[in-house]
């Protein structure tokens, strides 16, 4: 495991980040849980990370809309990181920011990403794999064509992209 603080700076903008969900204590973790189980997906959640003013932020479709969280709060639990070595295009960024507190989060859309394939997204109702193919792929990065976390990792991984997981203390 490498600890957040230590390992903070390999992070680029336009990476992938991923998250393994294994909680099942509230109405919100059974949600979760329940379109992981549907989509056989082993990582519950994808974003890109965002680099700016020496802060690290991930943005992401999660409920009720997209939105951009700072890293420093994932890593208590944990999370995936992928090195895509693909800046952000400013066509890429300028869309993934107007989205941010509009584009809505579609529980619908994560349950229906196993069942169809992309193009999808037009109607800017995300799940979070669909909104960060969508995003990366005005930089010219390929993540598939099916919209689920394992499905947009397993991709990244078929282009030859290590995935690490990072976590265990959160920088102050």
Known sequence: MNAYSDYRSRIK????IALTHYKWTSWYDLQVQAVRVFTQSEYSHVGIAW???GRLFL???????????????????GFYHVPLDVPISDAELEFALAEVGTGAYS??????????RLPIGANHAWSCAE??????????????????PSAVVRSAQDQGRPVYF???????
């Open 13 to 16: 903008s336009g990476d992938l």
């Open 131 to 148: 909104f960060t193919i969508w995003c990366r792929a005005l930089s010219g990065v390929h993540l598939g064509d099916v919209a689920t």
């Open 59 to 77: 943005i992401e479709s999660v409920a009720p809309f997209v939105r951009i969280t700072p890293m420093s709060q994932l890593a208590r639990d």
């Open 51 to 53: 680099e700016i003013g």
């Open 107 to 116: 529980k619908w859309e994560s349950v229906l990403a196993k069942l169809r």
């Open 166 to 172: 990072v976590g265990g203390e959160v920088t102050p």
